[in-house]
């Protein structure tokens, strides 16, 4: 184990745990209430994720090498998540109730691969995390607004697929935006305060997002996220045996690959990280049990904290085997 790639990934970590403490302070003493935590969340899916997608492009000089790269990890993103959906859907008769159900299998596959993701990634591949997740998080987005508006549609006639939505979202258009400014730098060079001001807004994902679910933690209150006995089944199948699961088979599929090592441990990472705090809003929206969707977002965050460390150790020893 690269000592010096684990301490930085314990750093981030201890960041992410002290801005969920400030996010649950700042609740408890009403500065970020509810109208607030809309906004900031707003604020975070419509100018920050965009930013953060596009400035993570084209803060890397272009190269056909780095390009290559991107776009197997791109690859690795459409492959991944019908994978997950395997597990997920498997494991889905252990709940009872169907709204649990879904959003279980929703947060079992769709993780929190951005505002969290890129920082954590940053860490374990200092230059490139950013920019590997950001090609990454391509396949994340459509299967978002396809397979997981699926998910949530069964038993449902209101809910529906549409192309348009799954082409054309918050996600998928700063992706093919930051693509298409990446591509354009192998013949002309982008200013950099462009690079700098979309860095800028970029930059307010983490604190703004991990703030939240640190309000969205002191709304439910510890009590009654870990109330729920079926929580306890669904954290031990999306934090602990997916990533496990996900690092075999990575350790497999890589055998003689030169650069294995990166990618299982990429691939163990980015599974073990929380649920995405998307499903607490299309929850609301589609009147799918909000109230589980919020817990199972805000625990699996907070227990993220201490499994990120020790999937990280697994990932890399299964990947020294």
Request: with cysteine.
């Amino acid at each position: 184990m690269n000592l010096e790639t684990f301490l930085n990934l314990l750093s981030i970590i201890g960041i992410l745990f002290l801005l969920m403490i400030t996010g649950y302070i700042c609740r408890r003493v009403n500065i970020i209430d509810d109208m607030a935590s809309k906004r900031l969340s707003g604020l975070i899916i419509k100018i920050g994720q965009p930013m953060m997608i596009v400035g993570a492009l084209i803060s890397k000089e272009f190269s056909t090498e780095l390009l290559k790269e991107g776009l197997f990890f791109m690859l690795i993103g459409f492959l991944i998540h019908p994978i997950m959906a395997v597990f997920a859907y498997l494991t889905g008769p252990l709940y009872k109730d169907q709204a649990e159900r879904k959003i279980s299998r929703f947060c079992t596959i769709f993780t929190n691969c951005g505002f969290i993701g890129f920082p954590i990634l940053e860490a374990i591949f200092p230059g490139k995390g950013s920019f590997i997740g950001a090609f990454f998080v391509i396949g994340f987005h459509i299967y978002i607004w396809t397979l997981g508006i699926f998910i949530l549609s069964e038993g449902r006639e209101d809910i529906k697929l549409t192309p348009k939505k799954a082409l054309l979202n918050p996600g998928t258009i700063p992706c093919a935006i930051g693509l298409s400014l990446y591509l354009l730098k192998s013949v002309v060079t982008i200013p950099t305060f462009a690079v700098d001001f979309t860095n800028y807004l970029g930059n307010l994902c983490l604190p703004i997002s991990v703030l939240i679910t640190g309000a969205l933690v002191a709304k439910q209150g510890f009590k009654g996220m870990f109330s729920n006995p079926r929580l306890y089944i669904f954290h031990l199948i999306k934090l602990i045996g997916v990533p496990v699961l996900i690092s075999l088979i990575a350790k497999v599929a890589t055998l003689g690959m030169a650069d294995s090592y990166n990618v299982i441990l990429f691939c163990t990472v980015i599974s073990a990280l929380p649920s995405a705090a998307s499903i607490t809003m299309l929850a609301e929206l589609y009147d799918i049990n909000p109230e589980y969707a919020a817990q199972a977002v805000g625990s699996s965050s907070l227990l993220s904290i201490g499994t990120l460390p020790l999937l990280y150790f697994i990932g890399d020893l299964i990947a020294r085997l």
